[in-house]
């Protein structure tokens, strides 16, 4: 009786006012100038540049989601710029402080590896057995590592997670956007069919990775399998398991993050490979926010499933009105509906009363960490290529 | 060294398999667990299914112990044959593992009501199972407890008390695999038994590569 009374908000298609935006846009705007405080008060023009450039960028690209009520094509602007701009930076620094990309494994052994969140899953179980952490990453500059800076990084990934879930894979992950550029450039897949029964490789990737993790005591998938390792850093050949080490994470990138992505128009290694993007689903259960489809606006026109870059919208999800575990939140469905029934929503309230509000919360949340992880990496990569240019 | 009892090697043996367990468990994990994950539901059929792999496992223990002690290289195999030997097991294991998962898929497919006995023989009526063929190699293979228990094992003064200090060890061991039957009580879908199918073809894949290094004279993670 309570969904037959009702009162379904009234479908929005004009811009937002410019002064209502520019106020929305106002707390993103003095976090982007924190985060990128320190860049202004340095001596390195390159720095500098780069740091205004990214708030701006970063401010920006937040007041169009607020004027244009669109999430999805603002958010991967920022998502390819940081996809791109990721390898320059990360190249720059592992060149600077070891003269190569390839890492010997003394070097990893000594934990001078940067510290990265992929292996997170992949270091519970030794961990649990025999108290040692297998992935030995730094997170000082110039190598190194300590117990609380560690605490503290696993601190922060937890907090963020538990808020905004598998979002992470969408607004903070530096590895999404190469393949998500991939995806937008073709105007349509040439490849529709896929079966959905490869939706389940991240978890197999993920069961089978942790296993061997500690069976072999070390953190098998960056080892044997990451696909970007290829724009990273990678094992030093010096023998021929190097060489098929290599050899496998090229094959990988290659196909999982350019191939296949333009051929499909989906994030093909998210979807179907990242046994990381597999741990965070989990968290989608304790996120507050989800996308939510509303029955009572929906006419199964599947736009939003085709849309879908990770394939997280089925029939059967749509007829129970939900996404899958795996959803991404990037709103690529929210913003194809064109009857406004795929709607933000946060756990607990009612379907489709109050989107805009709750795309507002999981914004700031998601934007945030946006900022804080991903600007300061587009910043570095700037700063980068603008040490090169100026 | 004094004279030590019977009694005494045996609680020796047990104490030393009690604490080799988690290293046990890494060891046959990634054959165990996803395998397990792809049988049918329930705790009953979970324990059938380990109690097969442990006894399959204990067999090839107490073989490759006994031949081993004959030979008289429990302890020092010459570094090419134990290649080989690792070698062809770890071959023979992908394979297994590769057959085991398509053999899943095909009984669920046809939801035989036997689907915890698959068969890995191309002839049904005499086939294998899966679960006695996977014990039997991560039995024969080299792990590190093995390893640990043969070092010991090879100090005593006959085959049969070898075998029987393989045998206490491997109880010892064994306690580690009990709560793994719980994974029985993981409810069974279709999502359960294709990531369980895929996660062994992953692992049987790396497997492979493994065993083809090493018969190709490669030494990869210090076999």
């Known amino acids: 009786m309570a969904t037959e009374a009702r009162i379904l908000p009234p479908r929005v298609t004009a811009p937002r006012s410019i002064g209502r935006s520019v106020l929305l846009t106002l707390p993103v705007m003095v976090w982007s100038l924190l985060i990128f405080s320190n860049s202004y008060r340095g001596p390195n023009r390159s720095v500098l540049i780069a740091g205004i450039i990214t708030s701006v960028f970063m401010t920006a690209l937040f007041f169009m989601m607020m004027r244009t009520w669109s999430t999805y094509r603002w958010r991967r602007w920022f998502f390819v710029a940081l996809g791109l701009l990721f390898p320059v930076g990360f190249i720059h620094e592992v060149m600077v402080m070891r003269g190569s990309m390839g890492i010997p494994m003394e070097e990893m052994i000594a934990g001078r590896t940067p510290f990265c969140f992929l292996p997170i899953p992949l270091l519970i179980l030794p961990a649990a057995l025999t108290k040692t952490v297998v992935f030995p990453g730094s997170i000082l500059p110039g190598g190194g590592m300590s117990g609380s800076g560690m605490a503290a990084m696993a601190g922060l990934w937890l907090a963020i997670t538990i808020v905004v879930g598998k979002g992470w894979c969408s607004y903070t992950c530096f590895f999404g956007g190469i393949e998500e550029g991939m995806a937008s450039l073709p105007p349509r897949a040439k490849l529709r069919k896929i079966d959905p029964r490869w939706r389940y490789g991240p978890w197999a990737v993920l069961l089978a990775m942790v296993l061997l993790s500690l069976a072999l005591f070390e953190p098998a998938y960056c080892m044997w399998l990451c696909p970007f390792k290829a724009v990273s850093e990678y094992v030093a050949a010096r023998n021929s398991v190097g060489m098929v080490q290599n050899g496998i994470f090229v094959v990988l990138f290659a196909g999982l993050v350019i191939v296949l992505p333009l051929l499909t128009k989906k994030r093909t290694q998210c979807a179907f490979f990242c046994p990381f993007g597999a741990f965070q689903s989990i968290f989608n259960k304790t996120s507050v926010f989800d996308v939510k489809i509303d029955q009572s606006r929906c006419s199964p026109c599947v736009l939003c499933q085709n849309a879908c870059p990770t394939m997280s919208l089925t029939a059967e999800s749509i007829a129970q009105g939900k996404t899958l575990m795996s959803c991404m939140k990037c709103g690529a469905c929210v913003d194809v509906c064109p009857k406004h029934a795929a709607v933000w929503h946060i756990k607990g309230t009612e379907v489709a009363v109050k989107p805009e509000r709750a795309r507002l919360m999981l914004l700031y949340a998601a934007w945030g960490m946006a900022t804080m992880f991903g600007g300061t990496t587009i910043a570095q990569g700037l700063a980068t290529i603008l040490h090169v240019l100026v | ?223």
């Open chain 2, 1 to 223: 060294m004094p004279p030590v009892t019977g009694t005494f090697i045996f609680g020796e043996a047990l104490v030393l398999g009690l604490s080799s367990g988690p290293a046990c468990i890494a060891s046959c994990g990634p054959v165990l667990v996803p395998s397990l994950l792809a049988a049918d539901a329930g705790v009953r059929p979970s324990t059938r299914y380990l109690t097969t792999f442990l006894g399959a496992r204990l067999l090839g223990y107490l073989l490759f112990a006994a031949v081993a002690w004959e030979l008289g290289v429990l302890v020092a195999l010459p570094p090419a044959p134990r290649l080989l030997v690792v070698g062809v097991i770890h071959v023979l294991l992908a394979g297994v593992l590769i057959w085991y998962a398509y053999s899943v898929g095909h009984v669920h497919a046809r939801s035989r009501p036997d689907s915890e006995l698959v068969t890995i023989d191309v002839a049904r009526k005499r086939g294998i199972s899966g679960p006695a063929a996977l014990g039997f190699l991560t039995g024969l293979s080299l792990c590190p407890p093995f390893v640990v228990a043969g070092v010991r094992a090879a100090e005593l003064k006959s085959a049969v008390a070898a075998v029987l200090f393989f045998a206490v060890f491997f109880l010892g061991t064994s306690v580690w695999f009990v709560p793994l039957v719980s994974l029985g009580c993981v409810r069974r879908s279709q999502a359960v038994t294709t990531v369980a199918r895929m996660a062994m073809v992953l692992i049987a894949f790396f497997y492979l590569y493994l065993g083809l290094a090493m018969l190709m004279g490669r030494k990869v993670y210090g076999y």
